[in-house]
T-cell receptor, first 114, second 114 residues
């Protein structure tokens, strides 16, 4: 079975540009999570969805960040406008029936904002 | 508040040595799950184990073993006869609510030298 798929794997952009990261969860999983990994803050949850509905977005750093899940097989994380401090690895993960079950992670998107 | 502490930032061993990675957690919930993930140099996050708070039995999987002790709030990970391919960053994580926020430790970077 296919795991969590993320695209692009690498993204280099200039400050002020819009960035869109994409995620396809494991088929049948009803929870989807977006995490960010930085040297300073480690791995931190940004937002998660249950059955395509955002449940907790308290980790989203500011209004420049937004996430959507239009259907069960696709989610996007958008940064507009991007800033150099947004440079990080962004991971998408999915699980069946919540966080007490195992979250399976995608390969991540390494974002560099110049 | 929930917290995961991995006090060892870096560990270096020689191949075939045994190595233990420490993890201490904090939570007031009585139901929770603990996880270990491996992040090899390629960057993906690989699930290793999930353990619930009601099961304190130690677990062994090949060269890997886990020791869960509620009395000391610890969930330590031992690699027996380490190999170069074990070189990675290892993360301990805690989930203590149905929603699914994973609280990660800062990670332990293991370097196994030939």
């Amino acid at each position: 079975d296919a795991g969590v798929i993320q695209s692009p794997r690498h993204e280099v952009t200039e400050m002020g540009q819009e960035v869109t990261l994409r995620c396809k969860p494991i088929s049948g999983h009803d929870y989807l999570f977006w995490y960010r990994q930085t040297m300073m803050r480690g791995l931190e949850l940004l937002i998660y969805f249950n059955n395509n509905v955002p449940i907790d977005d308290s980790g989203m750093p500011e209004d420049r960040f937004s996430a959507k899940m239009p259907n069960a097989s696709f989610s996007t994380l958008k940064i507009q406008p991007s800033e150099p401090r947004d440079s990080a690895v962004y991971f998408c993960a999915s699980s069946l029936a919540g966080g007490l079950n195992t979250q399976y992670f995608g390969p991540g998107t390494r974002l560099t904002v110049l | 508040a929930q917290k995961v502490t991995q006090a060892q930032t870096e560990i270096s061993v020689v191949e075939k040595e045994d190595v233990t990675l420490d993890c201490v957690y904090e939570t007031r919930d009585t139901t929770y799950y603990l996880f270990w993930y491996k992040q090899p140099p390629s960057g993906e996050l690989v699930f290793l184990i999930r353990r619930n708070s009601f099961d304190e039995q130690n677990e062994i999987s090949g060269r890997y073993s886990w020791n869960f002790q509620k009395s000391t709030s610890s969930f330590n990970f031992t690699i027996t006869a380490s190999q170069v391919v074990d070189s990675a960053v290892y993360f301990c994580a805690l989930s203590a609510n149905q929603g699914g926020k994973l609280i990660f430790g800062q990670g332990t970077e293991l370097s196994v030298k030939p």
